[in-house]
């Protein structure tokens, strides 16, 4: 069947009329599919707590450097580094036959002094007895005397006799007291001896634990040298070099957050003391915190001290949000409907959230939880 030619003509424009209304139909469609929904948050402006952060050693509240006050051979090491000793517990001894030659010496000459103490005891005893006798005598003849029943020469030789026995006495008296000395003076030569002799035990001071032990028997031990370090038990304290700028800000007494990476724990402790000096090098000072007792700590671990600063103003985003790609994190924020990766500046984490130091605005909208398939650039419809 044919047709004619003005009806071809006006079939074709009917048919492209109608591709034309079907073009953009088929766009809008294509733009709607292209279209992804994302969850979007506000960046928030909230109040966080100013914190700062110092990080320092564990140590020991006490510690005491045994050495040896005399000079000698080590002959035992009773402990090894990580032993726990009790107080008063034989950790080093040092030869001391030397020693022991002069207690016992001392210790004869002070029984050689006690012995003559029994002789003079009887000499001062006859003495007084002597004395005795001539005042009896004495006040006899001085009763005849006075009746001028005897002569002068009688009487003279009374008194003399008086006089003589009463210088035996003193004599006597004073012997004792000699020997009393030398008794006392020996006395104390013997507890020298023995304290010079209780040199070559080395004890405990106190319960804790050996830290150090560079000595081994056989040694010379020579004074002032250390034989072993030990740590009080259950007395440790957090030691951190502070700013000095924070020195108004810091006292004692003040409650710190603990941070013990090692062991995982977070412990809540007090500053004990404030270091007198500002090390000119570094412009810091020392802050010591003490620490509770806790299983498993050890001296020498690394902490963090934190101490609270009061609060301040700071802008916010789900951790969530963030990407973090070795160096460098990001954001995809939400503007006129599309996706742009922003990168951003961490500041502190707060539970779930994290600061944002530079980057962002506050009220900005950003994809939380972040979505690694969305592209850059891409066109997104936000729903809370």
Known sequence: MRLSKPLTAVAFISIGLTACREAPRRAEASV???????????????????VYEAVGTVRARTSAVMASQIMGSVREVKVHTGDSVSPGQLLVTIDSRDLDVAVRERQAAREE?????????????????????????????????DKKSISDQEYDEANARLKAAQAGYDMAVAKRAQVAAKIQ?????????????????????????????PVEPGAMAIPG???????????????????????????????????????????????????????????????????????????????????????????????????????????????EGSAHTRLVTLGQKRGDVVEILSGLNAGERVVSPRSMTLADGARVEARP
Do not use: C
Not at 32 to 50: F, G, M, N, W, Y
Not at 186 to 203: C, F, H, L, Q
């Open 225 to 335: 040298t250390p034989l072993l370090t030990v740590e009080q038990s259950g007395a440790l304290r957090l030691e951190v070099p502070v700013e000095e700028s924070f020195l108004a800000s810091v006292r004692a007494g003040q409650a710190v957050t603990v941070t013990l990476d090692s062991l995982d724990r977070t412990l809540e402790a007090r500053v004990s003391e404030l270091g007198p000096l500002v090390d000119p090098a570094s412009r810091a000072f020392l802050v010591k915190i003490d620490l509770p007792n806790v299983p498993q700590l050890r001296s020498g671990m690394f902490g963090r001290a934190k101490f609270s600063r009061g609060a301040r103003p700071a802008l916010v985003v789900p951790i969530a949000a963030v990407s973090e790609q070795g160096q460098l994190q990001s954001v995809i924020v939400v503007e």
């Open 185 to 213: 003076q020996a006395t104390e030569a013997v507890s020298s001896a023995e304290v010079m002799r209780g040199y070559a035990e080395i004890r405990a001071p106190f319960a804790g634990i050996v830290t150090e032990k």
């Open 32 to 50: 709607r599919a292209q279209t992804v929904e994302v969850p979007v948050v506000a960046v928030a402006s909230v109040e966080l707590p100013s």
């Open 113 to 145: 002094a006690v012995s003559a103490r029994g002789e003079v005891e009887h000499a001062v005893a006859a003495a007084q007895a002597n004395l005795d006798l001539a005042k009896v005598t004495f006040r006899r003849m001085q009763e005849l005397y």
